[in-house]
């Protein structure tokens, strides 16, 4: 008797219409959440969630398996260190602190890694990408540097990374367009003076040829794709305006002093 009442139930018009809303939904979700780039976060070996947004990245678009990662530390924690360890990429990672090189450098000695040690500025860095073999078009570039990351990036115009990961300073709010003066020699000091907000690394990479596609849940690191793998990527091109996120702890610095520039 159960039998034949869920059939009729099954075969009626409104159990029909049910599924179909709840299958709708569904798909509506999963839509949703291929289009969103913090549904894909996920920490191994990285500080937030970026190692979920870049295996997901580097599974939709091509790529050779080749980094640079500039700030490190000692490598134990960085956007890289997954996929040098687990995922045999091959690469460049550059720090400038004594001590954390010194650990960077036995961590990494039998992986395909070449460590740096380097203070690295808008003159010396395309000089040490040279050096170390860098090829123009690599895949990733990641720079974490507490300071003059904006001109960096800047600098290295004449290399092309498919993505690319910069810290941006969330304390300068979603729509100012400024960075840090700079200096050669700067060094964080534990202050909210560092970095560049988000529109004007937004601004930068539009001149260079990349798309803000989002920012991590912490409001830490921006993501650009460069703009001809957008179309492949799936995530949509984003406003800073969207894609800003506040950064509680940096917000509890004291200001720092320094000035600021518009770029």
């Known amino acids: 008797m159960f039998g034949s009442l869920a059939r009729a139930i099954s075969q009626s018009p409104a159990f029909r219409w049910i599924a179909l809303k709840s299958r709708g939904r ?13 549904a894909y976060e996920r920490r191994v070996l ?3 969630g ?3 947004i870049l295996a997901e990245l580097f599974a939709r678009i091509p790529h050779h398996r080749y980094f640079v990662e500039i700030g490190v530390e000692d490598g134990e924690q960085c956007n890289a260190a997954l996929l040098a360890r687990r995922y045999g990429w091959r690469g460049v990672m550059i720090e400038a602190d004594d001590a954390c090189f010194e650990r960077l450098s036995t961590t990494y000695a ?29 895949d990733l570039l990641s720079i974490d540097i507490d300071g003059n990351d904006y001109y960096v990036w800047e600098a290295l115009r004449s290399f092309s990374p498919s993505v690319v990961v910069i810290e941006y300073n969330a304390s300068f709010g979603p729509r100012k367009s400024v960075t840090i003066e700079y200096n050669p020699q700067h060094g964080w000091q534990r202050t909210r003076y560092y970095g ?3 529109t004007a690394l937004a601004k930068l990479g539009a001149r260079l040829g990349y798309g803000l596609i989002g920012t991590d849940r912490r409001g830490i690191n921006a993501f650009f794709v460069r703009r001809d793998l957008l179309p492949i990527c799936g995530f949509a091109e984003k406003a800073p305006q969207q894609s800003w996120r506040p950064n509680i702890l940096i917000a509890l610095l004291p200001k720092g002093s320094g000035r ?3 770029p």
Do not use: H, I, M, Y
């Not at 569904?26 to 913090?38: C, G, S, V």
């Open 26 to 38: 569904k798909q509506r979700r999963a839509l949703a959440k291929l289009n969103d780039l913090n």
């Open 196 to 198: 560049a907000s988000l």
């Open 46 to 48: 990285s500080q937030n």
């Open 110 to 138: 039998s992986l395909p890694v070449t460590c740096v040690q380097l203070l690295v500025d808008r003159e010396n860095v395309g000089a040490a990408f040279d050096a170390a073999g860098v090829p123009r078009s690599l």
């Open 260 to 262: 600021l520039v518009e």
């Open 50 to 52: 970026e190692d979920g």
